[in-house]
């Protein structure tokens, strides 16, 4: 009978200089786990302990939070503006933000006042609003660069007087009044002005023809529209503030109605994002610089003067690439730079019309 064998307690390697260890039966190894360790009373104690612990810590952060949220400590007291440009009235803006001054600071949405500074004044590009803890608001304001000095001309127009409107009130006065009967109205008699009376005598007493040239000249001088200026920046916005800039280009706005007020959008940005690209891309194909600018908002049209006292005209309604490839395609091919032209009309497809100076067309 051969003798039982003990278990070994290391199982043999591919080496026979290491062995490794069995591994043990982790069933006989970990005990069986108790509900309740150490009996019931020490489970209830640990649960208490736990309670305790979670409640200090909630009444702690409550507290925090209580004391966050409802303190005058963190409440907005001053509201600081600060500016890029000292041209800026920061005055108004410190006013429209003292609606938030009593608020909480900590839950202040910066995205609010950021907005209500876009909309009430537009000529910022950049508006940034900081939180200066504990009770501090600092914005800081960015100004879009002023690129062109503005001419701006406006004729206002005739407004007659409502003369129906006037009679039906001075009728209800009288009524209110108790009079029963308006007075007679005044009998108009035609009289002839002083210039139309010499004119009149000129032509039956004298064997010159009437001066008609005068006569012109009075009515142009009446319709002789006014003029203002200003500077003008990136977004077509005017601004009265500051004094010309001769080193920058001059925009002139003809055909205006009312008069310019102080940052007004004079020309859509749109339109101004039009000019500059197109004069970016004509000095780039051309070569020639240019001087001055006409804007015509009623007819949609741009004139550019030239470095060479020539000016191009183009229709903003259509892409401004075709009609500057247009005249660079023919302007030295057709020897137009040798000429004495006042302008160059782009505007029409596949065709281009120009002008000698002092041509019947230039006048």
């Known amino acids: ?31 069986r786990r108790k509900l309740f360790r ?109 690129v062109a000095n503005l001419r701006a001309f406006y004729i206002l127009p005739d407004v007659e007087k409502p003369v129906e409107e006037f009679k039906a009130l001075e009728k209800a006065i009288h009524e209110l009044e108790g009079v029963d009967e308006l007075p007679p109205e005044p009998e108009i008699t035609e009289e002839i002005s002083p210039l139309e009376d010499a004119v009149v005598t000129n032509s039956v007493f004298s064997l010159e023809p009437a001066p008609e040239e005068e006569i012109l000249v009075e009515t142009k001088e009446e319709l002789t529209p006014i003029e203002q200026r200003s500077l003008l920046n990136r977004i077509g916005q005017a601004i009265f503030d500051q004094e010309e800039n001769l080193e920058l280009m001059t925009i002139s706005v003809r055909g205006l109605s009312q008069p310019v007020q102080d940052r007004e959008i004079v020309i859509e940005r749109d339109r101004m994002d039009y000019i500059f690209e197109s004069l970016e891309y004509l000095k780039g194909v051309s070569g020639l610089e240019v001087l001055n600018t006409d804007y015509l908002p009623i007819a949609r049209e741009v004139h550019f003067r030239l470095s060479n006292n020539l000016t ?24 137009l730079d040798k000429e004495d032209l006042s302008y160059i009309d782009l505007r029409i497809r596949e065709k281009v019309i120009y002008c000698p100076r002092y041509a019947t067309c230039d006048k």
């Open 1 to 31: 009978m051969r003798k039982k064998q003990p278990k070994r307690l290391y199982v043999r390697t591919g080496n026979k200089m290491y062995t490794r260890k069995r591994r043990a039966n982790k069933k006989t190894l970990r005990p």
């Open 38 to 146: 150490g009996g019931i009373r020490t489970h209830f104690t640990r649960v208490f302990k736990d309670f305790v612990y979670y409640f200090i810590v909630g009444g702690i952060f409550l507290i925090l939070f209580i004391f966050l949220f409802f303190s005058s400590y963190f409440r907005i007291t001053n509201v600081e503006v600060v500016r890029g440009n000292f041209n800026v009235d920061s005055a108004a803006i410190e006013n429209d933000l003292n609606k938030y001054i009593g608020k909480n600071i900590l839950f202040f949405q910066k995205r609010l006042a950021v907005k209500s500074i876009e909309d009430k004044y537009p000529e910022f590009s950049e508006i940034i609003v900081k939180k200066v803890l504990p009770h501090s608001i600092s914005v800081e304001l960015t100004s879009y660069p002023v």
């Open 312 to 335: 191009l005209w183009i229709n903003m309604e259509r892409p401004y690439k075709t009609q500057v490839d247009k005249f660079a395609a023919i302007y030295q091919a057709a020897e």
